[in-house]
């Protein structure tokens, strides 16, 4: 019914397109360093769309196995940056919703990456929300939500997991547990948590993968 509250329940199957993204990265990871191209390659379109050309030293490849640059992607690549304890409810507690204070337009596959830092009074609060999603107290469940110190150790300053953007929606149209009110409900589907968690030095909003992540990532086979 239009109009009515989003729910935040998301349905899997949505990360075909992240994974199709890395598959083609990793080929042209693999290409560049078989010595067809230079370590640095990036794609260039040309006038015969059968092949590109790299912007470094020019040689020409089949384009089915060029590096999807970030100004040329057809399916481009973000990071998003949240903070520890909101990223682990993310993956572990069904938590869907990615509060923030303005809207995004864009819709795709996203890496979630945990922030160095974190008040103790943040923390107290997605405890509060896990506590009453899951109906349980620590006592009850033995164990519930990390510690604020042991999240910052263990997740800070590294790519944790992916998901996709699906959509942006105003909090007030938002009928979930994790909506904060702080203005927009950014929609996540298909969490999947990485099996190694990937060190990146990364920026505050939504931005694009940098070929160097992009690499490491296809180095490590992770996604």
């Known amino acids: 019914m239009k109009g009515a509250p989003h729910s935040g329940r998301g349905h899997n199957g949505s990360g075909r397109r992240l ?3 890395i598959t083609h990265a990793r080929s042209a990871y693999n290409f560049s360093r078989s010595g067809t191209v230079c370590g640095t390659f990036s794609a260039r379109v040309t006038a015969d769309p059968r092949f590109v050309s790299c912007k470094s030293c020019q040689r020409m490849l089949p384009s089915q196995e060029r590096a999807l640059a970030p100004d040329d992607s057809a399916e481009p690549l973000k990071v998003l940056s949240v ?3 909101w990223l682990w409810a993310t993956i572990h507690a069904g938590k869907l919703v990615e509060n923030r204070s ?3 337009d864009y819709r795709g596959p996203v890496l979630l990456h945990a922030s160095r830092q974190g008040s103790a ?3 107290s609060v997605c405890y509060r929300i896990v506590a009453r999603v899951s109906g349980r107290t620590r006592h009850a469940l033995g164990f519930l939500l990390p510690e604020r110190e042991r999240l910052l150790r263990e997740y800070g300053g590294r790519v944790v997991a992916c998901c996709t953007l699906v959509d942006c929606l105003p909090s007030t149209r938002v009928a979930s547990s994790w909506n904060t009110g702080a203005g927009w409900c950014w929609m996540l589907e298909d969490v ?4 190694e968690r990937v060190p990146y030095k990364s920026k505050l909003n939504l931005h694009n993968a940098p070929a160097d992540l992009r690499a490491e990532l296809a180095r490590r086979r992770l996604l």
Do not use: G, I, N, V
């Open 19 to 21: 994974r199709s993204h």
């Open 83 to 85: 903070k520890p304890w």
């Open 102 to 104: 303005f809207k995004t």
């Open 121 to 123: 009074a943040d923390h």
């Open 192 to 195: 999947r948590e990485l099996a």
